[in-house]
């Protein structure tokens, strides 16, 4: 005994929400695989980071520069159309959720032979179609969520984008500074050899000194002069380097300072619960473990049924100006429940895949996190080695500059050989050298964080998952 057409279209539905169901399985966002310490290691003091960390610096240039950049760097221009680009797509994800109508005119001519007489005829139509996925199971909403995620992990990325540029136009101009500070310190150490080799070839001019304390001058200055052509070398470079950030290239009229700033206090490190919260790259990672989550439920969805309505509203006729008679008028409404019952393995992949990239972000967040605590805890831990190191250096420069003083008068007057002087230039110019490149590297290491600890250099709110 047959079915009945009825019971027979009720049994294919309940066997198609059947397979659906069965095959699906949604997976919900997995924990990450780090433990958050509960505090820095290399931290002696708690409280919360500096905001607007590009002040404490007290530099109006530095500030003056980092606003140029931020509307004249290509790097941060194409990141922000990438920005727009993302909003656009969640735009285009978010209208499959809505009805889709179209207007269709058409017209068409035919030829047909009935009893032998060739008939010629014309049929013109003016349609509205309409075609609607429902959400039933919310794989479109699921869709759309992903999308959003998307373009919140690229906002983030402007955010890490800008606090990156401005970090990196600190480090140029202070490394410019430094650069600047050298070659004045070789330009003055080139200087005070030639004055030194004056003195020794008027000595032996005069039958006091020998011609090795000639030769050993003469190849003391020329080695000075040889580290001047390097140290103009560097600051050109330098500066070339920060026109370029800047988006200024080759302008040529950057006027860089002559002294490094002094730092203030190292700034409170917070805990390290913060960093998710403050850094715009972890933001970014955390996004876009959101999207590719809500992505991997949607794919899991796929296996289920989709009810699509759709309609047709319009008209036909022979006459192509009767087609907007509103009598011509006729409708038609449908539904249609489809589901997958086999795709040669598709939709099997499509999961698999799914899994994978969620995973894969996963291991994205955790690496992200995992380098984030890494720069805090070096970058502290610098702060108060380099601070140690900068006390010593100083007075071992201090110190050089005397030894260099007593070590030209005792020479002029005939107590010490012509080693004993050139071995103390050589000390007092390499401690002064020395000195430069420490207080540059506190510097950097200060900027560095600043920027290990997130947060906006300029007091602008943080990026918040809605």
Request: with cysteine.
């Amino acid at each position: 005994m047959f079915a009945s057409p009825h019971a027979r279209i009720c049994c294919l539905i309940s066997l198609l929400l059947t397979a659906g169901c069965a095959s699906v399985a949604v997976h919900e966002q997995p924990e990450l695989p780090l433990q958050t310490p509960a505090a820095w290691q290399g931290a002696d003091a708690s409280g919360e980071p500096v905001a607007g960390w590009l002040s404490q610096f007290d530099d109006a240039e530095l500030q003056a520069l980092v606003n140029r950049a931020l509307t004249g760097n290509f790097n941060l221009l194409s990141v922000a159309s990438r920005v727009r680009a993302a909003q656009a797509q969640q735009r285009v994800v978010n209208a499959n959720r809505w009805p889709q109508v179209a207007a269709v005119l058409s017209g068409a001519r035919s030829k047909q032979e009935v009893g032998g007489v060739e008939v010629k005829g014309n049929e013109f139509g003016l349609q509205a179609q309409l075609s609607w996925e429902l959400d039933l199971w919310g794989r479109l909403s699921n869709q759309s969520r992903a999308a959003f995620f998307d373009y919140r992990a690229v906002e983030a990325d402007l955010a890490a984008a800008r606090l990156s540029l401005a970090a990196n136009i600190a480090r140029g101009w202070y490394n410019a500074v430094a650069a600047v500070r050298q070659q004045q310190l070789a330009e003055h150490t080139a200087e005070s050899f030639a004055q030194s080799l004056a003195v020794i070839e008027e000595r032996y001019r005069s039958g006091i000194g020998d011609a090795l304390d000639v030769s050993l001058a003469r190849a003391n200055t020329a080695s000075a002069q040889s580290r001047l052509e390097a140290r103009r070398i560097e600051a050109d470079n330098t500066v070339l380097a920060l026109e370029t950030l800047l988006g200024d290239y080759p302008n040529r009229q950057l006027a860089i300072a002559n002294e490094l700033p002094g730092l203030p206090p190292t700034p409170a490190a917070g805990v390290p619960a913060q960093l998710v919260e403050r850094r715009p790259d972890l933001q970014a990672a955390r996004l876009r473990l959101l999207a590719e989550t809500s992505r991997n439920v949607a794919v899991q969805r796929n296996w289920l049924p989709s009810l699509t309505l759709t309609g047709i509203d319009g008209s036909s006729s022979n006459e192509f100006s009767d087609v907007f008679d509103l009598d011509n008028l006729a409708w038609r409404i449908a539904a249609q429940l489809t589901a997958p019952l086999f795709q040669g393995g598709r939709l099997e992949a499509q999961r698999e895949q799914g899994q994978a990239l969620q995973q894969q972000a996963v291991w994205d967040y955790a690496a992200a996190a995992l380098q984030a605590f890494q720069e805090v805890e070096s970058a502290l831990r610098a702060e108060r080695y380099l601070a140690g190191q900068e006390q010593a250096l100083a007075t071992a420069t201090r110190e050089s500059l005397l030894a260099e003083e007593l070590a030209g008068e005792r020479y002029a007057s005939g107590l010490v050989d012509i080693t004993t002087l050139l071995e103390a230039q050589r000390r007092a110019f390499d401690a002064q050298r020395a000195l430069i490149e420490l207080r540059n590297q506190r510097v950097q290491n200060r900027i560095n964080l600043h920027l290990a600890l997130g947060g906006d250099y300029a007091n602008q709110t943080n990026l918040d998952e809605t």
